[in-house]
């Protein structure tokens, strides 16, 4: 992997971590589309940085409600602070169930399964379309939505449906406030990230060469910096009520991939 490899994957790891149109799922098409060894394959420490990276982009960019959050719990009150974290604690428990008890079943389904991608991405598609036709309210995340938000999280392991756009459109679904949903979606993948990033650094998988330093620290900064920019615009879509957009692009690229696989 040259350091042009690490800075395309660090960008499309920070726009599609935010952005709802799913990064399995276009991992899986292009590897259908140009051949597997035509993209670089991500190393186990090289995937741990990247994640490092957009997790990172997440926290500066809520720095001040994360600021707030801790203060909050660190009183030892049963405030809105502490009552926030115990949903995105709850939140976390459905991926969890599966990422500890089905991975390997969840891995089978990254080989190559491009008509489950497609129709995956129609599901996308759908769920971001109702969600922009939802009205705005003041509704909080309670703890029964939190925890339904987090079962659409787990969904969202399969090929083809985004992390962000399931849980934003779930959150809005049941009726919550837009800006609560996207700020709530976006908190509760931080804590689930670097509970992976432990696992992989405590499994003793990872190996670091030193002149491996360039391409991995080019592809943290891309990742970062995309995740700052498509964090940041996410934001103000959903406020704007601008996910049709996506919508489109993912029923779009959904029906090509099943064409193509019904044509080869």
Same mark, same amino acid.
């Given at each position: ?109 990254? +080989? ?44 969202? #392991? ?45 499994? +003793? ?42 919508? #489109? ?16």
């Amino acid at each position: 992997m040259d350091i042009t490899d690490s800075i395309i994957l660090g960008v499309i790891q920070g726009l599609t971590e935010f952005l709802p149109v799913s990064s399995s799922g276009h991992l899986e098409l292009g590897k259908a589309i140009l051949g597997d060894n035509s993209i670089p394959k991500e190393s186990l420490l090289f995937t741990v940085v990247l994640h490092f990276a957009t997790a990172l982009s997440t926290m500066v960019v809520f720095r001040k409600d994360i600021w707030l959050l801790l203060k909050g719990v660190l009183k030892f009150e049963w405030n809105d602070d502490l009552q926030f974290v115990s949903k995105i604690a709850l939140s976390m428990i459905p991926a969890v169930i599966v990422g500890l008890f089905f991975e390997e079943q969840l891995e089978s389904l990254f +080989g190559g399964n491009i008509m489950l991608v497609g129709f995956m991405l129609l599901v996308t598609a759908a769920l971001l379309f109702l969600a922009d036709k939802a009205k705005d309210t003041h509704k909080k995340v309670s703890f029964k939505n939190a925890l339904i938000i987090g079962v659409s999280q787990a969904i969202a #392991m399969l090929p083809g449906i985004s992390r962000s756009g399931a849980t934003i459109s779930t959150s809005v679904l049941l009726g919550n406030d837009k800006t609560r949903a996207a700020r709530f979606s976006f908190l509760m993948v931080v804590p689930l990230i670097f509970g992976k990033i432990a696992k992989d650094l405590l499994s +003793g998988d990872l190996t670091y060469e030193a002149s491996n330093f360039t391409y991995l620290s080019a592809g943290f900064i891309a990742a970062f910096l995309a995740g700052l920019f498509a964090c940041t615009w996410m934001i103000s879509l959903v406020k704007k009520s601008k996910l049709s957009y996506f919508a #489109m692009y993912c029923a779009i690229v959904g029906v090509i991939a099943i064409i193509y696989t019904l044509v080869n």
